[in-house]
């Protein structure tokens, strides 16, 4: 896979009322999630292959070892190994599960992780990002999972006080939790230690849009994370993002967009980025393209693996052709929404809005009585017709 997750924000395009707050909200939560996968994926790697040089290592001792003693140290040693080696491949595993949304599952896994090798900073890691994912999508227990999350990367520092990752996501989820001060100094520290990790960056750069309302530092930000990363398709839809919905310079927004697909033009989520920038109700009329939009979130569809992030794009991609009054295509989008979002915390929010949609797509079509099924269930479900 691409070394970039993103949680694909959604946006509706015709009926429902969406701030730019909210969207950003949930903008942010797609860069936490991409960094947080990134990350404990090179972390796995590099102890996979820490774990093999010290089987090398063992291998020699094991051909100069003569007396008992020597030989119990080294059954020790190769016992120590093992258990390491187990502990990577039970992060790896609850990393995929993680990636399909199985988060009890992943969790399970890194905390078996941990109990083979307490000095596992990959598995702290890992756990933190699925707690704090868990805090995202169970809001009356955010606090409770978010301290969760903070309490695993303390761990993962005080084994490597050096962990520059580690600084910069608990950075954010202190963002999170709008304890800016905390979030601002782990910032700050992930970037004194490592000054070369775009993503660090990028977690600053909405400090200084949001809470300190600074654009100019802001953007120079951005800037610094492709100019470490000038390949890096993440980087250029964070700065897009930035333009469209902070300084409304709606060209520069779909250059960047354009750069990202053209680096990575097999990212679902660099299309689903861009299709949402087409069909937003927040850029100038005349930029406005479902058609386009329409286009983008199928080559998205066609390009993710995750059904949760697929019923997104097909309840994105149903609103554009409403918005086109292409309404038999819009109802079949809408349904596969509704099918494969079951699992999908957003999609579940959103189904009031869905039914509904899908109700007004029936009643232009002359279907009344599916019509008013569909608005019955989108009021069950808190929907103000």
């Known amino acids: 896979m691409t070394d970039q997750v993103i949680l694909v924000m959604w946006e509706a395009t015709v009926d429902v009322k969406v701030d730019d707050s909210e969207i950003k909200n949930w903008y942010k939560r797609d860069s936490d999630e991409r960094s947080k996968l990134i990350t404990q994926t090179r972390e796995t790697n590099e102890a996979a292959a820490e774990n093999e040089r010290k089987v090398e290592d063992l291998r020699k001792r094991a051909n100069t070892v003569t007396d008992d003693a020597g030989r119990a140290q080294l059954k020790k040693d190769f016992e120590q190994v093992d258990n390491e080696f187990l502990s990577n491949q039970k992060v790896e595993e609850g990393t995929r ?16 992780a941990i109990e083979l090798n307490p000095n596992n900073i990959a598995a702290y890691y890992a756990r933190a990002g699925t707690y704090h994912a868990l805090s995202i999508r169970n809001e009356n227990d955010a606090k409770k999972f978010r301290t969760l999350a903070i309490n695993d990367l303390n761990k993962a520092i005080e084994i490597k006080p050096d962990y520059s990752d580690a600084y910069g996501y608990r950075g954010m989820i202190y963002y999170f939790a709008k304890d800016y001060t905390k979030a601002i100094n782990d910032f700050n520290r992930a970037i004194e230690i490592d000054p070369t990790n775009a993503q660090n960056y990028i977690y600053r750069s909405l400090y200084y849009t949001q809470v300190l309302k600074d654009n100019n530092r802001a953007l120079a930000d951005l800037n610094k994370a492709i100019e ?79 059904p949760a992030m697929v019923a997104m794009n097909y309840y994105n991609r149903g609103e554009c ?22 699992d999908n915390a957003v999609v579940q929010t959103l189904l009031k809005y869905i039914y509904h949609n899908r109700g007004k797509c029936y009643e232009k079509l002359g279907d009344t009585a599916k019509a008013k099924a569909d608005f019955d269930k989108a009021k069950a479900l808190g929907y103000n017709l």
Do not use: V, W
Request: with cysteine; net charge negative.
């Open 97 to 112: 599960l993680a990636y399909q949304g199985q988060y009890d599952e992943a969790i399970k896994l890194y905390t078996e």
């Open 228 to 306: 470490l990363e000038p390949n890096n398709a993440h980087c250029y839809i964070n700065r897009a993002t930035f333009y469209e919905l902070d300084l409304k310079n709606y060209g520069r927004a779909i250059d960047d967009f354009n750069k990202a697909i053209e680096l990575e033009p097999n990212n679902p989520y660099a299309y689903a980025a861009r299709a949402r920038f087409y069909s937003s109700p927040l850029i100038d009329s005349a930029l406005r393209d479902y058609s386009r939009a329409a286009e983008d979130y199928s080559r998205a569809i066609e390009l993710q693996e995750q």
């Open 321 to 342: 052709y409403r918005a086109l009054k292409i309404y038999d295509k819009a109802i079949d989008d809408y349904t596969q929404a509704i099918e494969l979002g079951t």
